[in-house]
């Protein structure tokens, strides 16, 4: 996770994922429902993740920018350890892998041929870079 940017008149974050396979890199934008999409999806083809991003998770609208930042770097975080989870259990996904690549972008044909590197990526406002976080997984 390398940041996020305030989309849709500033009402939501929009987290960007820098994933990698082989010698291909690409960025993927997703906002936080879609990741709450994702794990709903995942747990109805049998994946059990526990700690899975909740559709509650908002922040309070009487926060200041500042609090509100800190709260995205907060869900920033949540959502790199999810991505990691679901990067350990690769081996587990078996039709719900499908769900995960679509989700990243990977384009389905490549996905067991090379392995698969991810960090999901936040920009706060004022266009600071937030310390990156990598994730590595074996070969898919």
């Given at each position: ?57 908002a ?10 930042d ?15 989870r ?55």
């Amino acid at each position: 996770v390398l940041g996020f940017e305030m989309g849709y008149g500033d009402k939501f974050a929009v987290y960007s994922m820098r994933v990698s396979k082989g010698n291909t890199a690409w960025v993927s934008k997703r906002d936080y429902s879609e990741f709450c999409d994702l794990h709903t999806r995942l747990r109805a083809t049998g994946v059990r993740v526990l700690r899975g991003p909740s559709s509650f998770s908002a922040p309070p609208y009487e926060l200041d920018d500042l609090a509100v930042d800190v709260f995205h770097m907060g869900q920033q975080t949540q959502l790199q350890e999810y991505l990691d989870r679901l990067l350990t259990i690769h081996d587990n996904l078996a039709e719900a892998e499908e769900v995960f690549f679509n989700f990243l972008d990977v384009p389905v044909a490549r996905s067991r041929t090379d392995s698969l590197t991810s960090s999901l990526t936040s920009v706060p406002e004022e266009g600071e870079l937030v310390e990156a976080l990598f994730l590595e997984s074996g070969s898919f």
